[in-house]
C-alpha cells in the first residue's frame, strides 16, 4: 500500500504540461465581415491550431495588445476605416514572428496581403539596376522611388515597419 500512495505521489512529476506556443500566424478578414481582422494561428502544415486558447501578446504597428484566443482564432478590437500597411509580431519563447500586411478595403469587405520583407530590398535593386543601365532615367527612378515612399507613407507605412519587416523576413529566411 505505501508503495502505491508513492506512486501516486510521484506521478505530477512525470507528467508535464503541454506547451501552448504560436508558431505561425496569418490574418484573414473576421468571418462576420465587420471590418475587422482575425488572427489565425497555423501549427507547422499550415492549418488553423485549434488548440491554442488564452491570451497572446502581439504587437501590432508598435502597439503591444493582449489577444484572446479561442480555438486557434482571436479579433483585434481596433476597426479597419481604411486600406492601410499592418504589421504584426509575435514572440514565444523560442522565437519571433513578425509579417507584414497590406488590406485593402472595399465595400465587400477587407482582403489581406502578405508582403514579404524582401520585397523591400529586392525592388529597389531592381529600379537601382535599371537606372545603372540606363544613366538617362536616374531621375525618373528617384521621382519614382519619392512617389512610392510617399503613397506608403499616406497608406500607414514608415520606415520603422518597412524594416522591421526586411530584418523579420531576413531571421525567418536564416533561421
Request: charged content about 15%.
Amino acid at each position: 500500500m505505501k508503495k502505491f500512495i508513492f506512486f501516486l505521489l510521484l506521478i505530477p512529476f512525470w507528467a508535464s504540461a503541454q506547451e501552448q506556443n504560436i508558431q505561425d500566424f496569418v490574418i484573414k478578414e473576421n468571418l462576420s465581415k465587420n471590418g475587422k481582422l482575425a488572427v489565425v494561428a497555423l501549427d507547422s502544415i499550415g492549418n488553423t491550431n485549434e488548440t491554442i486558447n488564452g491570451n497572446y501578446l502581439f504587437t501590432i504597428n508598435g502597439f503591444s495588445q493582449a489577444l484572446q484566443f479561442h480555438d486557434g482564432v482571436a479579433v483585434p478590437a481596433q476597426k479597419i476605416e481604411s486600406s492601410t500597411f499592418v504589421f504584426f509580431s509575435h514572440k514565444n519563447q523560442e522565437k519571433s514572428k513578425g509579417r507584414l500586411f497590406y488590406i485593402y478595403k472595399t465595400d465587400n469587405g477587407l482582403s489581406p496581403f502578405a508582403i514579404s520583407g524582401l520585397m523591400f530590398l529586392i525592388i529597389p535593386a531592381i529600379v537601382l539596376g535599371i537606372a545603372y543601365m540606363f544613366k538617362k532615367v536616374i531621375m525618373t527612378a528617384i521621382a519614382l522611388a519619392i512617389v512610392f515612399f510617399i503613397f506608403n507613407h499616406s497608406q500607414g507605412l514608415d520606415l520603422s515597419k518597412i524594416f522591421e519587416s526586411i530584418f523579420s523576413s531576413l531571421k525567418n529566411l536564416i533561421g
